[in-house]
């Protein structure tokens, strides 16, 4: 089962334009991550956020996250003709990153 | 420092015949998954091992799917018979003991049953 969904399903921006993704889960969680995957190939990690932090920037990247809510999202600022991609958030119920749960994806098309 | 490597890279099979995929962790790693991805939709885990252990079988559909991990290294996720909806990528994962950060992720192996 999928512990996350991911919104909008597909987003498609121009280059330079900011991009947001957003991703909901069931159940409590110790952390969440967010992985990057180019078409057919594997995952990349982004970046992992506690259950106790509010607020994690990598680079163009900042992640939220709102536990009350049960959601987090993705800002990529000033987006690139590479970051075209899949995006999938994924949480984990303990400490040390163990069992992931992946969401459904946001399709991200940046055009140049 | 090498990656998760797996092979082979694609596999064409008729339902009901059998197929291997094999997985070379980083070095190091002492857990290591695989991670069934049907197109459009979120990997899903059908086998954590940590070393040569199971931690967690409960999604793979054992009638069909098999995996070992034997010294602890490199892996094998077996499928007989494939069915067509076994149709996916197979990535494998790993992530070393006590690890605060994200899975590393092997290229995957793409399954088609026809």
């Known amino acids: 089962s999928q512990q996350g969904e991911e919104d909008p399903q597909a987003l498609s921006i121009q280059e330079g334009e900011n991009a947001t993704m957003n991703c909901s889960y069931k159940t409590s969680i110790n952390n969440l991550q967010w992985y990057r995957q180019n078409s057919g190939r594997g995952l990349v990690h982004l970046i992992l956020i506690r259950s106790n932090e509010r607020e994690k920037h990598s680079g163009r990247l900042r992640v939220t996250l709102d536990t009350s809510k049960k959601s987090s999202s993705l800002l990529i600022t000033a987006s690139r003709a590479a970051d075209t991609a899949s995006y999938f958030c994924?949480?984990?119920?303990?400490?040390?990153?163990?069992?992931?749960?992946f969401g459904t994806g946001t399709r991200l098309q940046v055009f140049p | 420092e090498a990656g998760v490597a797996q092979s082979p890279r694609y596999k064409i099979i008729e339902k009901r015949q059998s197929v291997a995929f094999w997985c070379n962790p980083i070095s190091g790693h002492a857990t290591l998954y695989w991670y069934q991805q049907i197109l459009g939709q979120g990997p899903k885990l059908l086998i954590q091992f940590q070393n040569n252990g199971v931690v967690d079988d409960s999604q793979l559909p054992k009638d069909r799917f098999s995996a070992e991990r034997l010294k602890g290294v490199d892996s094998t996720l077996k499928i007989q018979p494939a069915k067509l909806e076994d149709s996916a990528v197979y990535l494998c994962a790993s992530n070393p003991e006590a690890n605060t950060g994200g899975l590393f992720f092997g290229e995957g192996s793409r399954l088609t049953v026809l």
């Open positions: 994924a949480t984990d119920k303990s400490y040390n990153t163990d069992k992931l749960i």
